[in-house]
């Protein structure tokens, strides 16, 4: 247990749903990132917090995705009207600095 | 995108034998690597990281090399134990605060 926790762990929805995910990060990390992983295949960098401010996205992300850290504590990250394609991991990581990312056990998605 | 991309996608390698899992990365820019671990059902774990000013970084049982000329990264592991078995990622960092993760290699130690 890393100290960084998912909620869910997995979530299984509909083509069309919206679906929302929590990460709470460990207490004293200011970073927060979220990343998508794949069968097979690396984590892939979605969007970086450092407080409540969204500092980062990745080009790539899709205008129906969106992430918060209200508080600069936990962080959600919803996706509006979810397509087959966003079926994943979804991994939440914080840190104190740039290195050393400390992973939560991520949600899986499945989308029907 | 950039490519960080690994040479071999599975490795087997007995109990006690040494293990050496490698990457290979397409950024010249790159000045920042992390070695992860990763193990079914769980994220990624961290073992060690090397910046760019430095050829080679040593932790327990475990020394990542960097070779900037070729642009390749690898990860040796001393000793290798069955609970060393799992997917193995290097990631580069070559702009703030986003990592870029290779594909993977599946490490399988046989007892």
């Known amino acids: 247990d890393t100290g960084v926790s998912q909620d869910p762990r997995h979530k299984i929805t509909k083509r069309g749903q919206n679906v929302t995910f929590r990460c709470d990060p460990i207490?004293?990390?200011?970073?927060l990132y979220w990343y998508r992983q794949t069968l097979g295949q690396g984590p892939e960098f979605l969007t970086y917090?450092?407080?409540?401010?969204?500092?980062?996205k990745s080009r790539l992300l899709s205008d129906r995705f969106s992430a918060e850290r209200p508080k600069g504590s936990f962080s959600t990250l919803e996706i509006q009207r979810t397509e087959q394609g966003d079926s994943a991991m979804y991994l939440c990581?914080?840190?104190?600095?740039?290195?050393?990312?400390?992973f939560g056990p991520g949600t899986r998605l499945t989308v029907l | 995108g950039e490519s960080v991309g690994l040479h071999l996608p599975t490795l087997s390698v007995q109990e006690g034998d040494n293990s050496i899992i490698n990457c290979a990365y397409s950024n010249s820019a790159s000045d920042y690597f992390i070695w992860y671990k990763q193990e079914s059902g769980k994220g990624p774990q961290f073992i060690i990281d090397i910046r760019s000013n430095m050829d080679k970084r040593q932790g327990q049982r475990v020394t990542v090399l960097l070779n900037k000329t070729v642009k390749h990264l690898s990860l040796q592991i001393a000793a290798t134990q069955p609970g060393d078995s799992a997917v193995y990622f290097c990631?580069?960092?070559?702009?703030?605060?986003?990592?870029?993760f290779g594909t993977g290699t599946s490490l399988t130690v046989i007892p």
């Open positions: 990581a914080s840190s104190r600095t740039l290195g050393e990312q400390f």
């Open positions: 207490s004293e990390h200011n970073r």
């Open positions: 990631a580069e960092n070559f702009t703030g605060n986003q990592f870029y």
């Open positions: 917090f450092q407080n409540e401010a969204q500092l980062e």
